[in-house]
């Protein structure tokens, strides 16, 4: 019996230094750097490596520069909480206080990520709250899929306000500061940017302040409207027709100004009325007139921008595609926009999508004796669909792909043999 409650001590106290020492190196890391890792990191613990170089980035942003001192990234959620709905007998423990409820599944990671406090909004409604941040979107993941919880969701911050943005690309990092002013609780009416790189290739960060400005109301200042669609309620009416948005998307040098000009045009294509707000409410509808009366051309511009050279570029044209073309598929004949992948020295020669009968036609030469194994894959690297496994001789072959059951979106097919393997992306709609 004393070793029993030794042991116990023990496992207290051990928790009790984890949770002091969590907490600890919680402390050293700013709230900016948290929410960004957040963002972006894959895992739900926080990687503390990841945020600790988000506040060396910070730190020399703003030493840099003043003015960004005062401007922080906006949470996104309340990052210790989620929103639960369960039934009896599950609800009953939960409504009683009690931290597990009595599903191993769901108690495993309560005991995992260290709930620490049920509180009953309603009936079999619940907020979990956890002893330290958590990636909560990806947590919410985890506890959905038990079949016992009807619905697991993060806590949301709804208020709009001051914000950093931030992206990877080449041997950059991208920032862009956020300034929100005027109704903010239900959208900030104004919003004011200034866009940051940091040179991510040298022993010691350059910081560099590329443009500011941008998103101010039109009285206020001249500033370019191009930098990737921020704020999106601005994005297009920085355009004077629609020409301008085309040859955008086609001819212009900047990676971020085709890019802006894509996820603009689908928006503008796909919403029904500008930001509530906006000051170019009459120039907004005047390009969304004269857009919807060139549908196939738009179509057609999208489609030839998936070939864009550069990738995040592409990644906003395939869904543009997705978006633009569900919308018309009634009206176009969407078939002519065949995705045809085709490579000089690859085993496939092209991958054929009809969209009109769910069908995905890989054509693929064997130049000589082997065995072949061709495989469906989603974004996470999950694998859907084995579509061919089996001994083939030298010749042509075509395997037919039936995808009415997945969602629109990228997959990637792979197809092994002895000698090599190749990938190969595809977008469905």
Excluded at 70 to 91: C, F, N, Q
Excluded at 372 to 398: A, C, D, E, M
Aim: proline share 3%; net charge negative.
């Amino acid at each position: 019996m004393f070793v029993v409650e030794a042991k116990k001590d023990f496992i207290c106290k051990l928790l009790l230094f984890y949770l002091i020492v969590s907490k600890l190196s919680f402390a050293a890391i700013s709230d900016d750097a948290m929410i960004l890792t957040f963002r972006i990191q894959d895992g739900i613990i926080l990687d503390t490596s990841l945020a600790e170089q988000f506040d060396s980035l910070l730190a020399a942003l703003r030493l840099e520069y003043d003015t960004l001192k005062s401007i922080s990234a906006h949470p996104d959620y309340v990052y210790t909480e989620l929103v639960v709905k369960t039934s009896p007998p599950y609800s009953e423990q939960w409504r009683s206080n009690k931290l597990l409820c009595g599903n191993d599944y769901v108690d495993s990671l309560s005991l995992k990520y260290n709930l620490i406090a049920v509180d009953t909004l309603f009936l079999n409604w619940f907020i979990l709250t956890f002893a330290h941040p958590v990636q909560v979107e990806k947590l919410a993941r985890s506890y959905s899929r038990d079949s016992s919880l009807f619905l697991a969701e993060p806590n949301d911050i709804i208020i709009d306000g001051d914000d950093i943005i931030f992206f990877q690309k080449d041997a950059f990092w991208h920032f862009a500061f956020k300034k929100g002013w005027g109704s903010c609780t239900e959208g900030c009416i104004y919003e004011y940017y200034w866009y940051t790189t940091v040179n991510m290739s040298q022993s010691n960060y350059i910081a560099n302040l590329v443009d500011s400005g941008f998103g101010m109301p039109p009285s206020s200042a001249s500033s370019p409207l191009y930098r990737w669609n921020i704020p999106d309620r601005y994005a297009m009416t920085g355009f004077p027709n629609v020409d301008s948005i085309f040859n955008a998307i086609l001819y212009s040098q900047d990676w971020w100004i085709r890019k802006h000009a894509i996820e603009g045009v689908c928006r503008l294509f796909i919403k029904d009325g500008p930001w509530v707000t906006e000051d170019l409410n009459d120039q907004w509808y005047a390009l969304k007139d004269e857009l919807m009366s060139r549908n196939e051309e738009l179509l057609s511009i999208i489609n030839e921008a998936r070939s864009d050279i550069d990738s995040f570029v592409k990644v906003s044209a395939e869904q543009a595609f997705i978006e633009i073309s569900q919308i018309l598929s009634s009206e176009i004949d969407l078939s002519k926009y065949q995705n045809k992948i085709k490579r000089k020295r690859g085993i496939v020669n092209s991958i054929l999508i009809n969209p009109k009968d769910d069908i995905a036609s890989i054509h693929y030469y064997i130049g000589d004796q082997r065995n072949i194994s061709i495989n469906v894959y989603n974004l996470q690297g999950r694998s859907l669909f084995p579509l061919v496994n089996s001994y083939h001789t030298k010749g042509s072959y075509i395997i037919s792909w039936h995808y009415d059951k997945c969602y629109s979106g990228k997959y990637f097919i792979k197809l092994t043999s002895k000698y090599k393997s190749e990938l190969y992306s595809i977008i469905l709609f």
